[in-house]
């Protein structure tokens, strides 16, 4: 007789669960678009979320401690001439959020500390480049200023931000739409899914592929991917029959995955949400009511399923908080901004723990928002592993009201580096001149006219 032994993790036993209904954000009209993206972003200040707007795009950007009902006229981010269909935060500052538009542009955006009053329609940054709409963005993670854009013109670019230029640009790679772009731990490559039911691990700066795998789910709907902390990819995809795949990939031995396993027969796209501290993968699909989370280890079968979130609603979207912005002394491991028709709802992953002290095994050290190298340095080729903090002192003063350190302001580095602010005292001279004989030519307008005036 064998006997089963179940196998031990300290995350068996994780449960999600909604917050009370005066915790969530009703009344926002949640974008129709049917892109394939999160629509939302979050970091430890903010939560932001694509809207439907008249004549436009745009998205709402709200402090995290302003929940219940949004009013109607809550001022937005709204420059865009197209649908927004990709936003997110920079992981080295608070205050800055990225958007990409049907109108083919990138925009880089400022919120104000506290929020916003009025509504943005300046970006600090316009990003051109793209020839067709952007739908993906992602912030390089230990590169301060570095920013990938991928569009459905089957092009990534990596932006100098600080500059507002395309530093690189990689065209001859993908024969058709991009799915997904991401970056490893310390932004040494991307990973991209493309509608060529390829997957392919690129050097960013050379733009040359390293590694590339054909056809790693046969179906033919979109593939999503993540690194792993250990370099190898996780992918969903679909099978021939259209059943929802999750596979685990050695990209170093692309011929075979190391595990596939098939989940359902839903039709909705499974997004991943990847987190390198604890090894646990959530897959949230679109259109979906659950999230299901599993384990990824070094021992078959590699995928290890754990458990499983329901609710009622089907989910739109999902924005995905930052390890530092979590409450860790109530055991928090992950905590997601589900979006339905006219609301979004946090949704809180914790693993029941009843002692007060910090846990060590549950909280390694996570990422910071200290970058490890500026946008010109890593252009230059520096690449630098990322900067941990520990979560010990923000468990002692609480999560909440703990500052990390920012960089330096992306205001202040765009607008000088830009050349849109004077820097010499001489073409402060010549525009103060400029203005002066302005004015003189209106003031003789203005007598002339009423010169004319008095003769009728």
Not at 95 to 110: F, L, P, R, T
Request: hydrophobic share 35%.
């Amino acid at each position: 007789m064998s006997r089963k032994v179940v196998r031990t993790s300290k995350f068996r036993h994780v449960f999600g669960q909604a917050v009370k209904a005066d915790q969530c954000y009703d009344d926002i009209r949640i974008s129709q678009m049917t892109w394939d993206s999160n629509f939302c972003s979050v970091n430890p200040k903010f939560v932001a979320m694509i809207v439907d707007a008249s004549g436009g795009g745009a998205f709402i950007v709200l402090p995290l401690n302003k929940t219940g009902r949004i009013d109607m006229s809550y001022p937005t981010v709204c420059g865009h001439t197209g649908p927004v269909l990709d936003i997110e935060f920079c992981p080295h500052n608070d205050n800055i959020i990225a958007s990409g538009s049907e109108d083919c542009s990138v925009m880089i955006w400022e919120i104000p500390e506290g929020g916003l009053t009025t509504s943005l329609t300046e970006p600090v940054v316009k990003l051109d480049g793209h020839s067709k709409r952007v739908g993906i963005l992602s912030w390089h993670p230990t590169a301060h200023n570095v920013l990938m854009s991928a569009g459905c013109d089957n092009v990534v670019i990596l932006w100098n931000v600080a500059r507002g230029e395309a530093a690189v640009r990689i065209d001859s790679v993908h024969t058709d739409l991009i799915y997904c772009a991401c970056w490893n731990r310390d932004g040494s490559q991307i990973l991209t899914s493309c509608k060529d039911k390829a997957l392919r691990v690129l050097d960013p700066r050379k733009g040359t592929v390293l590694y590339e795998r054909e056809k790693p789910h046969e179906g033919s709907r979109p593939i999503r991917a993540v690194f792993t902390s250990d370099g190898k990819i996780l992918s969903t995809g679909f099978s021939r029959m259209s059943e929802r795949q999750v596979a685990l990939w050695d990209p170093k031995n692309f011929s075979e995955p190391l595990t596939l396993q098939e989940l359902d027969t839903s039709s909705g796209v499974l997004l991943p949400f990847y987190d390198p501290d604890t090894n646990v993968v959530y897959l949230c699909g679109k259109g979906d009511s659950s999230i299901r989370y599993f384990e990824v280890t070094d021992e078959a079968p590699y995928i290890h399923y754990l458990s499983i979130y329901s609710s009622k609603e089907s989910q739109k979207g999902m924005g995905w908080m930052p390890k530092r912005g979590l409450e860790i002394n109530k055991c928090e491991i992950a905590r997601f901004y589900k979006l339905h028709e006219r609301k979004c709802e946090p949704i809180v992953m914790t693993v029941p723990r009843k002692s007060d002290l910090f846990q060590e095994d549950l909280y390694p050290d996570t990422l910071g928002s200290e970058p490890s190298a500026e946008a010109d340095e890593w252009f230059a080729g520096k690449d630098a592993p990322p900067v941990l903090i520990s979560l010990k002192e923000g468990f002692a003063t609480t999560t909440k009201s703990k500052e990390f350190k920012v960089h330096k302001s992306l205001l202040k580095t765009t607008t000088a580096s830009a050349g849109t602010q004077p820097d010499s005292s001489g073409e402060v001279q010549s525009l103060k001149k400029e203005v002066k004989d302005l004015k003189a030519a209106i003031e003789e307008l203005t007598k002339r006219v009423m010169e004319l005036e008095s003769k009728h």
